[in-house]
């Protein structure tokens, strides 16, 4: 019987075309069906997303997959076992087969024909595993086989190495054998100055002092020859003496202690300012008003690609060092692992986290390795191109998030749309929340904020104010009536049964939309986290939504993973209710480090639905993938 227990092989294309499949013998017909979700699994996660799993190993329940890519002719092979049989030898039975199975795919390329039948590598593939079965055999019994005399390390040692001091001889002290020591060098000393004087009678020589008595006398000669008067000596010239500064006087502030401003002209702003000057706040919330209906994208700076060349410096950045390579090749890890080590460190400085640049740079090995570039001068184009498409299919969402259709539909069926906000403390989630209400508003829906935050101070007064602002703004259009209602208990009450009942007044009053303002938290904070479950699993609210910041880095990892786990831990349901959304707050803030947007959908796997990008309400965009690319590339 085969030591090397498969269940389940297949050979498909990347284009989706199943080449050739191995079926178990013992498994029955329902048994080997359960590999084909696990299977599409790893196509839509993995290979589609062209993400990276460690070692090429891809686990659902009970079943294991090992998988291996040619990207030369656009293979992928794919072994599936039982998780809990521990098989040593698949990537030598990945790599034969890729080995076999490339042979006869390139035969078959050449003869242009469009249905092939593979079915004859059956053959090959029974000699690949007996091949792999008569290695793994030599190798336990070399591990079984004791070793000869020749190959253990006493065969090595000298007759004299192996004979045993005396037992009586007292052991030497440390300082004994350091007086040892200095007495040797001594003697070693001595012995070189007898055997070469000269350098030493040389140095006696020029060690030789006049005598006193004879400098005495020429001092007492200069003395009398001069008059008997000592010679002045001549005076230094000393270089003045900056006179050190005494104490300013303290300047008190005119305004604050009653005086007289006298640089009052200098304190003057409002000259020599242009015509545009820059709205207030109130004014640019003002001019929002009856514009801001559609979510407009991030703004993608489009400057002339030729241009940029002409402007650019000679040096080409990281990608400079591909003009080494050899066009008409297959790349190889050694050609491609410079260039990744330059690629991850200009992803860490973009503020992406550590382990996901990691991630993304071994996805671009694991798509560029073995593939033949073209010519000489495509290369660095070819390898751009490849981490750009990359970080778009990472940004680009698995599903469209479409909030208007979804509320119209909740409406239609006589029920309010819940939107549920949560995070950690100071990221901005009442302010963003109050700009997604100013949005829905110019939709036209009437908005409830259910008040759940219990735990900070001021956190109600925040909201009331809010509300107070987005109804004065849309006061004439809706004749005076109040659009937006603020739903609140105070303080210390349990924010699961608050949102409760927002939800219920919400359907009584038929009011389109409930936004539920939670506490910030930590994502350690155990109490909390628990709370916010309760509140999520009792609510069922249509959309979570994450509130995380722009300028965090490794950070947004430890975050999001701790709140999808602990809303999947303390739930009680059988698919519990995670994170659906991310809203990425404070994006005007830094400049190009847009890397958080990157770390926080690389490990949710949720698309990022809103961008708050300045402190008025009309400053809510939607992520455009191509311009957080562009700026992750500079």
């Known amino acids: 019987m085969s030591k090397i227990m498969l269940d389940f092989i297949s050979i498909f294309s990347k284009g989706g075309i199943l080449l050739w499949c191995f079926k178990g013998a013992g498994l029955l017909a329902k048994e080997w069906e359960a590999f084909t979700p696990t299977v599409n699994d790893l196509i839509k996660t993995v290979l589609l997303q062209e993400r990276t799993s ?32 521990p098989l040593l030898y698949l990537d030598k039975l990945l790599d034969e087969l890729q080995i076999r199975f ?21 053959s090959e593939y029974n000699r690949a595993i007996k091949l792999i079965e008569e290695e793994a055999k030599i190798e336990e019994e070399t591990k079984k086989k004791p070793r000869s ?31 040892a020591n200095k007495e040797q060098q001594k003697v070693h000393e001595e012995q070189e100055v007898a055997q070469d004087p000269a350098p030493a009678r040389q140095e006696e ?53 009653g005086g007289e401003v006298k640089d009052a002209k200098s304190l003057d702003r409002t000259k020599d300012k242009p015509e545009d000057e820059m709205p207030t706040i109130e004014q640019a919330d003002r001019q929002a008003v009856g514009r801001s209906a559609v979510i407009q994208d991030l703004e993608e700076e489009s400057e002339d690609e030729d241009q940029l060349k002409s402007n650019a410096p000679k040096s080409e950045g990281m990608f400079s060092i591909f003009k080494g390579l050899v066009g008409s090749k297959a790349l190889t ?15 860490i400085d973009k503020n992406v986290a550590a382990e996901v640049a990691n991630n993304l740079c071994e996805s671009v090995v694991l798509k560029l390795e073995g593939s033949v570039m073209g010519t000489f001068s495509n290369v660095q184009r070819t390898v751009k191109d490849a981490l750009t498409e990359s970080l778009l299919k990472l940004l680009t969402p ?73 109804n004065s703004l ?18 210390g009450k349990d924010a699961a049964g608050i949102a409760m009942e927002a ?10 939309v409930v936004l539920v303002d939670t506490a910030g938290r930590m994502q350690d904070n155990e109490p909390l986290m628990i709370s916010l479950t309760k509140l999520i699993s009792v609510n069922a609210p249509d959309l979570v939504l994450f509130v995380g910041e722009a300028l965090v880095g490794n950070e947004a990892i430890d975050q999001l993973v701790k709140f999808n786990a602990a809303l999947a831990d303390h739930s009680n349901q059988e698919n519990p209710h995670t994170i659906d959304g991310i809203v990425l707050t404070k994006f005007d803030t830094i400049d190009d480090k847009v890397g958080s947007a990157i770390s926080m959908t690389y490990i949710s796997g949720q698309p990022i639905i809103f961008v708050g990008t300045g402190q008025t309400y009309g400053d809510l965009k939607s992520l455009n993938a191509k311009a957080v690319v562009s700026m992750l590339m500079k």
């Open 149 to 179: 005399y020749e190959q253990s390390e006493k065969s090595n040692k000298s007759v004299a190495s192996m004979i045993k001091s005396n037992k009586s001889e007292a052991p030497v002290s440390k300082k004994q054998q350091k007086k």
């Open 503 to 512: 939800i219920n007044y919400a359907r009584d009053m038929k009011i389109d």
């Open 474 to 491: 849309h006061a004439e259009e809706n004749g005076g009536r109040d659009m937006v209602q603020l739903y609140e208990k105070g303080y």
């Open 102 to 122: 490339r042979d006869m795919y390139k035969e078959h390329l050449k003869t242009d024909c469009l249905t092939t039948d593979f079915s004859n590598f059956s």
């Open 54 to 85: 460690k070692n090429n190993y891809w686990e659902s329940g009970q079943l294991a997959l090992k998988y291996k890519l040619d990207n030369e002719f656009e293979l992928v092979f794919v072994v599936a076992y039982q998780k809990m049989l």
């Open 205 to 257: 020589e020029e060690e030789e002092v006049e005598d006193p008595d004879e400098i005495i006398r020429r001092n007492r000669e200069r003395f009398f020859a001069a008059g008997g008067k000592k010679t002045p000596k001549s005076p230094k010239a000393t270089s003045p003496k900056a006179e050190k500064p005494g104490k300013k006087r303290t300047k008190w502030d005119p305004v604050m202690f």
């Open 398 to 470: 698995k599903r469209r998030i479409d909030i208007v259709r979804d509320i119209m539909e909740a409406k239609s069926n006589n029920r309010p749309y819940v939107m549920t906000f949560c995070g950690v403390n100071g990221v901005g989630k009442s302010t963003n929340l109050a700009k997604i209400c100013f949005w829905l508003l110019e939709n036209k829906f009437r908005v409830l904020i259910a008040a759940c935050d219990t735990f900070r101070a001021g956190a109600v007064e925040q909201l009331r104010t809010h509300t107070k602002r987005l």
């Open 333 to 347: 890890k050694t050609d491609l692992e410079p260039v990744v080590n330059k690629l991850r460190d200009n992803l």
